[in-house]
């Protein structure tokens, strides 16, 4: 079985606190994802990454940063984290290729106060 | 980009067929199409895939006409365990190999006693 594992599952940070949020794949996939959803809004694409040390931004990566250090670990940095980044986080990889399937973690619920 | 429209929410009765369609007018020449589910609180799982004319699997079907223009999901005899929102994703490459996964806001399925 595939696993997509979140270090968290529930999270609380302060705001201006920098935030990791951990996402590790067990299937060699070289692309990963992080993606943040909110109600009404669908899933939104933050970063993602197709290799080691390689990352390009999604649609919303204003107030994040990642890091892919290893090839089955990307994490998701808040530098200094906001209420207005209260949202869940999805995590999710995939191979390369036209055909194939994403596979995301469980998710992580983000709350900044 | 191949950017994917699809409707807000649909109202079903059990025992029902159900067909949500998405369009995707800039799909590329290699991109397939591929549908997701997601339940509140989880992260999306792949439902199905394909390129062109008919996908089955045991759960659904996937109709996409040779333009490739939209697709159609097709949800035989649902379900209230069917109620989720259903994804259309079409994949796309965003050079130097990178792949990027974009997801639009989905279609909400209700399924009604």
């Known amino acids: 079985d595939v696993k997509v594992t979140q270090s968290s599952r529930y999270l609380v940070k302060r705001t201006g606190e920098k935030v990791f949020l951990e996402c590790v794949q067990d299937m060699d996939h070289e692309n990963m994802f992080w993606y943040r959803q909110d109600p009404g809004l669908g899933l939104r694409l933050i970063y993602f990454s197709y290799d080691v040390k390689m990352k390009e931004k999604g649609d919303i990566p204003e107030g994040y940063s990642v890091s892919r250090e290893k090839k089955e670990r990307f994490s998701l940095i808040l530098e200094s984290a906001s209420t207005n980044q209260t949202s869940m986080y999805l995590c999710?990889?995939?191979?390369?290729?036209?055909?194939?399937?994403?596979?995301f973690g469980q998710g992580t619920r983000l709350t900044v106060v | 980009l191949a950017k994917t429209t699809q409707p807000i929410s649909m109202d079903s009765y059990e025992g029902q067929e159900v067909n949500i369609t998405c369009s995707h007018n800039n799909i590329a020449t290699n991109d397939y199409i591929t549908w997701y589910q997601q339940f509140p609180s989880q992260g999306p799982r792949f439902i199905i895939q394909g390129y062109k004319t008919k996908v089955t699997n045991e759960v659904a079907s996937l109709f996409i006409p040779a333009d490739r223009k939209s697709s159609t999901l097709s949800l035989p005899r649902v379900s209230l365990s069917d109620t989720a929102v259903y994804y259309c994703?079409?994949?796309?490459?965003?050079?130097?190999?990178?792949?990027?996964?974009?997801f639009g806001k989905g279609t909400k399925l209700s399924v009604i006693p």
């Open positions: 999710a990889s995939t191979l390369t290729g036209g055909r194939t399937e994403a596979f």
């Open positions: 994703l079409v994949g796309l490459n965003s050079g130097a190999g990178s792949y990027q996964l974009t």
